[in-house]
């Protein structure tokens, strides 16, 4: 019989990479999605047929419960939270409800429908916030420096506190940054590689952003929900750091994104607004030590800084030339 596999924000760029690679691994798949009044399915038009979408949310302890009723999942992936570390200032206590909370609601649902069932959670390297060592492993002390790296600290225990208190298989992921062209518009790399496609293609000037040296450990989504699935097969359940071991600036990232594109003069199109777009407590130098994940999971990066970047920006490209038509 084949495995069923429950996950919370399939709408999202991990979501709709892991479907596709469970569909592949020959899983049903179920989607949890809200009910909004504009449904965003572009991340998962191209499976929409192959998965079950079932009504559910985060904020709703009910009816989360009834989505692991309806889907009887063998495994549980929630990633969905509100994911933005700027709007987590503006909403601190609705970023509390999802991404921290949320957690909860969803253990709960698991614990009282099938205690059976294995659970992913998606922490993140913002709850590293202000690193205490350089790399970060699991046993790396969290500073988080954001309501949004706080409410995943709170999301991680929980998670840890459940798989302690009722033996739970319940398992955190912390990723590091992960892009792709699936990523939102409103995180820097995608703002990066849609701003070079339409410069490249003479619709836009210029680009404005804030800090050029912030560094990040950047990987691409796609080879991170491998992990993630990864992490259930195992006869334990454990906590892993996903990362490349790499970091980069804002600053490499631009400089190859324009390379991609075939235009090396970056500087004449990028105008630094360090204010405007400053939080108001910066992260400092983001590096996973992956080693673990290595060792245990067999796992390692697949794609290179330089073939993400490229990738991105090729198909911002193709997809503002489709707008075109």
């Known amino acids: ?142 500073y988080p420096r954001s309501p949004y790296g706080v409410a995943k600290v709170y999301g991680h225990y929980i998670t ?6 009722y033996d739970l298989f319940a398992c955190s992921g912390i990723l590091f940054n992960h892009e792709s062209p699936r990523r939102g518009l409103e995180f820097v790399t995608r703002k990066i590689t849609r701003a070079v496609a339409r410069i490249f293609l003479g619709k836009q000037k210029s680009i404005e952003l804030g800090n050029l040296d912030s560094k990040r450990d950047w990987g691409y989504a796609g080879d991170y929900v491998e992990a993630m699935w990864l992490m259930l097969q195992q006869k334990e359940a454990d906590d892993y750091v996903i990362s490349t071991g790499e970091n980069h600036s804002v600053e490499e990232f631009v400089e190859l994104a324009f390379a991609a594109a075939g235009m090396n003069e970056w500087r004449r199109y990028v105008i630094a607004n360090k204010k405007e777009f400053m939080r108001p407590a910066e992260v400092d130098n983001l590096i996973g030590d992956y080693s673990k994940a290595k060792k245990v999971l067999g796992w390692k990066p697949k794609t290179s800084f330089a073939q993400l970047v490229e990738m991105m920006v090729k198909s911002d490209i193709e997809s503002e030339k489709k707008n075109d038509q």
Request: proline share 3%; glycine share 6%; net charge neutral.
């Open 160 to 165: 840890v506190n459940y798989r302690e208190s």
């Open 1 to 142: 019989m084949a495995k069923r596999a429950l996950i919370t924000g399939i709408t999202g760029q991990d979501g709709s990479y892991l479907a596709e690679f469970l569909l592949e691994k020959g899983y049903e798949v179920f989607g949890l999605t809200r009910r909004t009044s504009t449904q965003n399915y572009g991340n998962i038009k191209h499976i929409q047929d192959k998965i079950i979408l079932v009504s559910g949310d985060l904020l709703d302890q009910s009816s989360l419960t009834e989505a692991v009723i309806e889907s009887t999942p063998d495994e549980v992936y929630n990633l969905a939270a509100q994911s933005f570390v700027k709007t987590s200032w503006n909403q601190p206590v609705l970023t509390g409800e999802f991404t921290a909370l949320g957690v909860t609601r969803m253990l709960e649902a698991i614990r009282s429908v099938n205690p059976k069932i294995k659970f992913y959670q998606a922490s993140s390297s913002e709850m590293f916030g202000k690193v205490t060592e350089t790399p970060q492993r699991e046993t790396t002390r969290f």
